[in-house]
């Protein structure tokens, strides 16, 4: 159900009404109260994320994480809430827990690349380089136009004493397009 039906369920819940079904309109209604409660709820998590991302622009990132933070309270289910609170948090040099906010985030979303590349740069700052390794790679497979993916790529293999892995990752960075 989208916020659009709400109109088409408040008047399905007044017909019903009308017609004596009572049972089914209060459902219908319920229904409408829901989607008006996440429609929202929604709301609220834009307000939060936008003020969330000009504070840690400004540069005050306990601020921004606080914002980022209530964003994921009203919306634990959303990865890209997620993400947004581990970038921050990254930023702040919080590495534990920037790492648990971005497997969240692929929990819930295994094809966002921009949480695979956090997830690898968290792991690479731990000195976990294979860790790092596994993540990059998913990154740049999931978006292969993303050319910082391939640097760090090229520095992971580097430490991982790969030096033809690394000579690539450098070759395929060069071969994107802008």
């Known amino acids: 159900m989208s916020p659009v039906d709400g109109p088409s ?4 819940a007044q017909i019903l009404g009308r ?9 219908v209604m319920q229904k409408f109260r829901d989607l008006r409660k996440n429609r929202d709820a929604f709301r609220m998590v834009q307000v939060y994320t ?3 991302i000009r504070l ?9 994480i606080g914002y980022f933070r209530a964003a994921v309270d009203l919306r634990p289910d959303y990865s890209e809430m997620h993400r947004n609170l581990a970038r921050a948090l ?28 956090g997830l690898g740069e968290v792991l690479a700052q731990q000195d976990r380089v294979a860790d790092g390794i596994k993540e990059i790679e998913n990154a740049v497979q999931l978006n292969p136009r993303y050319v910082e993916a391939y640097y760090l790529l090229n520095r992971l ?22």
């Open 9 to 12: 369920l408040l008047n399905l």
């Open 19 to 27: 017609q004596g079904k009572t049972a089914e309109s209060q459902e």
């Open 50 to 52: 936008d003020t969330g």
């Open 90 to 117: 990254f930023q702040a040099g919080e590495l534990d827990e920037a790492g648990r906010e971005y497997q969240t985030s692929i929990r819930f979303n295994s094809r966002d690349w921009q949480a695979h590349y």
């Open 157 to 178: 293999y580097q430490q991982a004493n790969e030096p033809a892995r690394a000579a690539a990752a450098l070759v395929r960075a060069g071969l994107v397009k802008p």
């Open 56 to 64: 840690v622009q400004g540069g005050d990132l306990a601020a921004g």
